[in-house]
């Protein structure tokens, strides 16, 4: 695979598709590629029914394009499509305002095209303004801010050439133009980040600072993981607005119902590529954030996974408890950094704000719908198996499974890894600590299973 298509999330599914000569989805069971979709996507009925030859394939095909259609829901992805309204649009605000938290940058900007704006006036600009972190005194969509597609600017020329921008010093160049509606004459710095698949551009996030400053790296990855997201979910969506279409329209040739069901099949698992990078590139913003000298949170998720094999849990569990040990600490991706780079003795408020940090990420997740199974396992992950954690007090079994085996995870990872202020324990030193407050902090079959594994 090129470096481009790991960027850009190109899936198994999508790069098998074009040496597949009969039946793409048959292929795809039948080469047992398809586990993702099996798995999370399709029925027992509709897999059953896959290979199974009836008289009439044009029906069959018509109805298991349904089925997917009608098990890919938009609680399946972040929450940025079908909007037909001024008002259903302010979710792109609330986007670009976490942002600017995750980030620590001063202001960004989501512009989509005409084609993902139903219900906006753009005056036929290629690019309009869809959402901000700043505050309007009036209404924002009326001013119809965007870019047409003659324009040399920065913003057009990375919705064109697919590439991310960042400048960090604005006077260095000659192709940036101010908007005053977007207080940009006090724009130093400037990010624009594609929103984009593969085969499909849909907008652009604008990120702004009002003084020279770069995006970090752990940063920028994940904006640009974003804007892969987005592109394959609007695209994903438009498939379906079209498939629907050809189904309601009556007679279709065969073959064009075998692209279509092959293009969903692929933007599927696309999509969850995408997701789980997405998920990944948080947990390494979050580390970068917290000013780990390691990558405690990908550690604590891979040691997850192993206690959850050793307990012979299944694929669909391991993976939900994967991504939770991924995410335990999201809460600390929209504090500022400056409260983990402060080495001096932090006010009651920053205080606050640490020790209230796994509540902060539960909100974040609960807008990032297709996560939201995991947030019963980040907010119990503080439970104590005597009953003495937080933030409910629960005891024993009645803590979610998932929260006993990340709660584990993660305080071997802390123990076994240098911190500012003291070194990296021994695996033994952990091991015998953990093993001594079995039953009282920790589920005593998770810690045994956490021996066998390390």
Known sequence: MTDREEETGASLFGRTLEFMEDDPLEEIFALNMGDFISEYLISEDLANKIGKDVKDKSEKLKSQLKELISIYSLDNTLCVLGFNSQDEYVVYNSIAKTLTQILDVDACHIYLTKDFTKGLNLDDKLLGLVGSSLDFDEDMYAKMIGYNADEDSLVVNSFKTLEKIQVKDITTINNF?????????????????????????????????????????????????????????????????????????????????????????????????????????????????????????????????????????????????????????????????????????????????????????????????FLSEVIPYIHYHKERWDGGGEPEGLKGNSIPFGSRIIAVADAYTAMTSDRSYRAAMSKEEALAILKSEAGIKWDPDVVNALFEVV
Request: charged content about 25%; glycine content about 6%.
């Open 177 to 369: 133009i101010p908007k005053a509606e977007l207080k940009e004459s006090d724009t130093k710095s400037i990010a624009v980040f594609p929103i984009h698949n593969n085969a499909y551009v849909v907008g652009v996030i604008v990120i702004e600072n009002y003084k020279e400053k770069m995006i970090k790296r752990a940063y920028s990855k994940l904006v640009e993981t974003i804007g892969c997201l987005f592109g394959t979910s609007m695209h994903l969506q438009k498939v379906i607005e079209h498939t629907e279409e050809v189904i309601a329209g009556g007679a279709v040739f065969e073959n064009e119902l075998k692209h279509l069901r092959a293009e969903l099949t692929a933007l599927i698992g696309d999509l969850g590529t995408h997701q789980q990078a997405f998920v990944e590139q948080l947990a390494k913003a979050v580390d970068e954030k917290g000013q780990y000298k390691v990558s405690h949170s990908q550690n604590t998720a891979d040691l997850s996974k192993k206690i959850c094999k050793q307990l012979s849990l299944n694929e669909k569990t391991t993976d939900l408890i994967y991504y939770a040990g991924l995410l335990q600490n999201i809460g600390k991706i929209t504090l500022p950094e400056s409260l983990f780079t402060n080495k001096g003795k932090l006010s009651k408020d920053d205080w606050d704000k640490l020790q209230n940090h796994p509540n902060v990420g539960v909100n974040l997740l609960m807008n990032i719908n």
